[in-house]
């Protein structure tokens, strides 16, 4: 079992910036990536960001290029997600997976554990 906790939620305006954290604990090394997934109320959960713990390998959704980056620490087995020039859209509860192979990124039912979510909230 993989254990994941989230931090760095909050309210900022537009334009703001915020960087969310993802904890991870307990069978770790089973792990090969991790993503970044968001849901707003009345939509599905969407894909967010994803990284590959061994090469660093990231890949974005559209959406979000350019304005979020997410990185790793290995020693710390933590995963961030820094938020920039943030916009009223991406107001959503923010969750952290982890999957045990590196591909298929994109899909959320492809994850295997995922973290309990933290709110973003974009005010204009």
């Known amino acids: 079992q993989v254990q994941l906790v989230e931090s760095g939620g909050g309210l900022v305006q537009a334009g703001g910036s915020l960087r969310l954290s993802c904890a991870a604990s307990?069978?770790?090394?089973?792990?090969?990536?991790m993503g970044w997934f968001r849901q707003a109320p009345g939509k599905e959960r969407e894909f967010v960001a994803n990284?590959?713990?061994?090469?660093?390998?990231?890949y974005y959704a559209g959406s979000v290029k350019g304005r979020f980056a997410i990185s790793r620490d290995n020693a710390k087995n933590t995963v961030y997600l820094q938020m920039n020039s943030l916009k009223p859209e991406d107001t959503a509860v923010y969750y952290c997976?982890?999957?045990?192979?590196?591909?298929?990124?994109?899909?959320?039912?492809?994850?295997?554990?995922w973290g309990q979510g933290t709110q973003v909230t974009v005010s204009s």
């Open positions: 997976a982890a999957k045990t192979t590196p591909w298929d990124v994109t899909r959320a039912g492809a994850y295997d554990y």
């Open positions: 990284i590959r713990w061994s090469s660093g390998d990231t």
């Open positions: 307990g069978r770790t090394f089973s792990s090969a990536a």
